[in-house]
């Protein structure tokens, strides 16, 4: 039987349990749970498949940080919640939690977990009188205070509600803000109020103190000059005065002062020419211009483009002209 090892670096194929090394280790064939196998190196140990855990054959990481005090072999990542138990402690990212009993350790609903003492949100401790309401906020957003968009408040924390169309998760802005000066910066999109719940153009908010993208903190962003250049649905770019945004990535080299969004995928300013955050080296922005944006098709004085793959004229032509199947 071959099973396959999943890890953040690569993925292997492996072959069987070695009952030998880990003889008290009970074999399940289950992804939210992991099971025990040997690696193609030959050592034995926990497939981790799912959550960012994963195993080297030494030691288990999250990411790349080494998890510590865990128990190799009852250890078991709880899918992608971040959360993982071995027989005597439970870790949320890798880091213990030393208050939660795993014996007792279980999921609620909507990435909340108790067990026969508290309640669990991302790695932050609540009482277990709050479980409910908690889920019920996060499910469906019962009980929150809006901050503006799709931002909103619930016990002293802040949440961006992510809506696909249809579903709306709720990810917490895992940093401190100030509650006095927070402001969303309201996107400049059209989106139909039927098909989605929470505004899903207006993606970045601001303090006096720092820039967020959804629910991340833009670490390099200027609160005191950032404004929005332009959102959709699916991205959003903004600028202080030194740099330019799109989402939560700097765009290398770009000029504040000169750029614009030329298309769905294409940019530019004075000095560059880019295809979402990446540069095209060889386009010269004084004459470049898209001629499908479709099919990412664009051009300049010398070069042609499709995507960010330079072709020759002649290849550019025939995709350009040929017809939708």
């Avoid at 889920?135 to 696909?164: A, C, K, R």
């Avoid at 719940?197 to 993208?213: E, I, Q």
């Avoid at 250049?229 to 600028?239: M, Q, R, T």
């Amino acid at each position: 039987m071959m099973f396959f090892y999943f890890s953040s670096k690569k993925t292997e194929i492996i072959s069987y349990v070695n009952p030998d090394k880990f003889p008290e280790v009970i074999i399940e064939n289950d992804s939210s749970s992991g099971i025990i196998a040997v690696t193609s190196e030959g050592c034995s140990g926990p497939l981790l498949s799912a959550g960012n855990y994963h195993f080297d054959c030494e030691n288990v990481y999250y990411k790349e940080t080494i998890v510590e005090g865990l128990d190799i072999p009852t250890f078991r990542n709880i899918g992608w919640s971040g959360y993982a138990k071995d027989r005597k402690n439970v870790f949320y990212e890798g880091i213990k939690i030393d208050q939660a009993d795993t014996k007792t350790f279980i999921s609620v609903n909507a990435g909340v977990f108790r067990d026969k003492n508290y309640g669990y949100h991302k790695g932050k401790i609540i009482d277990l009188s709050e479980v409910r309401g908690l889920t019920d906020f996060l499910s469906s957003n019962i009980g929150g205070n809006s901050l503006g968009e799709s931002y909103y408040e619930y016990m002293g924390d802040v949440y961006f509600w992510s809506d696909g169309g249809g579903q709306a998760v709720a990810e917490m802005i895992m940093t401190e803000l100030d509650f006095n000066s927070f402001q969303t910066i309201v996107g400049n999109c059209v989106w139909d109020h039927d098909e989605y719940k929470f505004d899903p153009c207006s993606h970045f908010a601001k303090d006096n103190h720092k820039v967020y993208y959804e629910d991340a903190e833009i670490k390099e962003a200027d609160p005191n000059t950032f404004e929005l250049i332009k959102s959709d649905v699916e991205n959003a770019f903004g600028k202080d005065g030194k740099n330019v945004f799109l989402n939560a990535f700097k765009l290398e080299d770009a000029d504040p002062e000169t750029f614009e969004v030329l298309s769905e995928n294409y940019e530019k300013d004075k000095n560059n020419v880019y295809l979402g955050e990446w540069k095209l080296e060889e386009a010269d922005p004084k004459t470049f211009e898209v001629a499908d944006d479709e099919k990412k098709l664009a051009k300049d004085d010398e070069n042609y483009f499709w995507g960010s793959r330079m072709v020759s004229k002649k290849k550019f032509k025939e995709i350009l002209e040929k017809d939708e199947e």
